[in-house]
């Protein structure tokens, strides 16, 4: 019985990647919003109601396609992660963001681009979605930099840089604060490239990038 159950674990476990594997190649041409169980199943040449034992709605599809893609993008972030220097281990955790975004654009436009219309993300997406997050504020926390402009964030914004400091414990407001905005700028620079906004205007686009993120590790204080 446990060997047949295990048996039967197996074969859902490929039937969903093959699922998300071709889920994947037609989000890359029809976008989330034109995403099918209907035409996926025709491809796998089952019945469309056979599909839904395994996502019952394309919700549930899209769930495990962001899943799937916030654990990609952290686990290259935490890969990334050799050195010791802060400003080396803050531009390799850079450069990891942007190498998963141009190897894997439609997967990063699921994650950060326009939200899908209708569709409202559950709660077992945050814990993925938060471990790229994780090792900036590892950087952060490790190095407990010292920003040079020392001027506190207003007190209205105190409650925010206090659950901020959640993922960088024992950083000052200054640099919780300074940390959001780099990790904003991160994938804002990322996004721009991706999407377009540098066409005809930069042409040398990962110096450029490496530029800005070594100015970002400046305005970090690491």
Not at 109 to 138: E, F, K, M, Q
Not at 186 to 209: C, K, M, P, W, Y
Request: charged content about 25%; some cysteine.
């Amino acid at each position: 019985m446990s060997a047949a159950k295990t048996a039967r674990e197996r074969v859902r476990a490929e039937m969903v990647r093959e699922i998300t594997d071709i889920a994947r190649t037609h989000l890359a041409r029809e976008g989330a919003a034109g995403l099918s169980l209907r035409a996926i199943a025709r491809e796998m040449g089952m019945a469309s109601s056979a599909i839904h034992r395994y996502f019952p709605t394309k919700d549930d599809l899209l769930t495990a396609l962001i899943i799937d893609g916030y654990n990609a993008l952290g686990e290259a972030a935490e890969a990334s992660q050799h050195d010791q220097d802060p400003t080396a281990r803050w531009l390799a955790l850079c450069h990891a963001v942007r190498d998963f975004a141009l190897d894997r654009p439609h997967e990063y436009a699921l994650l950060y681009g326009s939200p899908v219309p209708g569709y409202r993300a559950p709660a077992d997406t945050v814990a993925p979605a938060l471990r790229a997050t994780l090792v900036c504020g590892r950087i952060i926390a490790d190095a407990d930099p010292a920003p040079p402009d020392s001027t506190p964030p207003p007190a209205l914004l105190g409650p925010d840089v206090e659950a901020l400091r959640q993922v960088m414990p024992g950083v000052s407001d200054v640099a919780v604060a300074r940390a959001v905005t780099a990790w904003t700028a991160l994938f804002g620079a990322v996004s721009f490239e991706l999407f377009g906004q540098f066409d005809n205007t930069i042409t040398h686009r990962r110096e450029f990038f490496d530029h800005g993120m070594r100015s970002l590790a400046r305005y970090l204080g690491l």
